[in-house]
């Protein structure tokens, strides 16, 4: 039984929870695919990123460590394209049949990761605000077999993130240039992450994901989530994190205009520019950073090379 916009938002409000396509109102639907779409195409495009820097691994055991991580991301991509079929969508076509820059994943996984320190960063910081992201959803969402779905991705990005900080504490420990390395990976990837969770509140156009009980918490309660842990992480560690707690306002307060431009040949945010319009942050996203089409590439072409490999078997 399909319900109006208005009376399904009401039902969720109450408790209510969608098991299937039948139920959905065009505006559940609407919400419900942009998510996902967002949740496959983060976790899909993490894959060649992550698979990039896994060859800076100090050891075979480490690149072990690595490759698992990737093989876990992949595994998540598959569950949020699953239930996008589920729905209506084509896997087929959202793996194969888009364009690089038609992908839904935020503009941190079109930067290359160069190092190991840069690896486990993107650990500490994106799987972060990927398990920030997700948990709200698992806790508040009215979609039951994404509900369900959830608890075992939940259970693997803590891992990565896990993985992660064990690394930031060694390469911290070990100082020097090791430190140096982390701390200029943490001066590029904060405010990525940051920059991550979207519009400020007060601009936000759309609550759809709100209105319908896809997810609980707003773009501005999320970033605090996320910098609660990963501000006294870095304090913890003697790395310089960009932000600081308010006790007046509690709250963690960005000690650098937000938002601000990114170079991204330099891997440097121009602070000193001051702050720039959304639209400016948008245009930038729009145009996909440097990996974007490597990276979707390299995802893509696993279709035809696997094709011919099976053709070659039965021919």
Request: proline fraction near 5%.
């Amino acid at each position: 039984m399909a319900f109006t916009d208005e009376e399904l938002m009401a039902k969720v409000q109450d408790g209510y929870m969608v098991e299937s396509p039948e139920e959905m109102s065009p505006g559940y639907k609407k919400a419900l695919t942009v998510q996902l779409t967002v949740q496959a195409d983060t976790e899909l495009m993490s894959a060649p990123s992550y698979w990039m820097a896994a060859r800076y691994a100090p050891s075979t055991n480490t690149q072990v460590s690595a490759h698992a991580i990737i093989q876990d991301e992949l595994a998540h991509a598959n569950i949020a394209y699953r239930l996008l079929e589920d729905i209506g969508e084509s896997k087929e076509k959202l793996v194969y049949g888009r364009q690089p820059h038609e992908f839904k994943h935020p503009y941190g996984f079109d930067q290359p990761l160069d190092n190991w320190a840069d690896l486990v960063v993107a650990n500490g910081f994106f799987d972060r605000a990927g398990i920030t992201l997700l948990s709200d959803v698992y806790q508040n969402t009215s979609y039951g077999p994404l509900k369900r779905a959830l608890v075992k991705v939940d259970m693997e990005e803590t891992f990565h993130l896990r993985h992660g900080e064990v690394w930031m504490r060694r390469l911290s420990k070990a100082g020097g240039e090791a430190k140096e390395m982390l701390q200029r990976s943490v001066d590029w990837m904060f405010p990525m992450t940051v920059e991550w969770f979207g519009l400020p509140d007060e601009m936000k156009r759309h609550s759809g994901q709100l209105d319908y009980r896809l997810k609980g918490l707003t773009n501005d309660q999320l970033r605090q989530v996320w910098m609660a842990s990963t501000v006294p992480l870095c304090e913890q560690l003697g790395l310089k994190a960009p932000a600081h707690w308010d006790e007046a306002n509690e709250e963690y307060v960005l000690d650098y205009p937000f938002p601000c431009e990114y170079d991204h040949e330099s891997k440097v945010w121009l602070i000193d520019d001051g702050e720039i319009s959304w639209d400016q942050v948008f245009t930038r996203w729009k145009g996909r950073g440097p990996m974007n089409e490597i990276y979707v590439e390299s995802v893509q072409r696993s279709r035809s090379q696997v094709g011919r490999w099976l053709n070659g078997a039965t021919a």
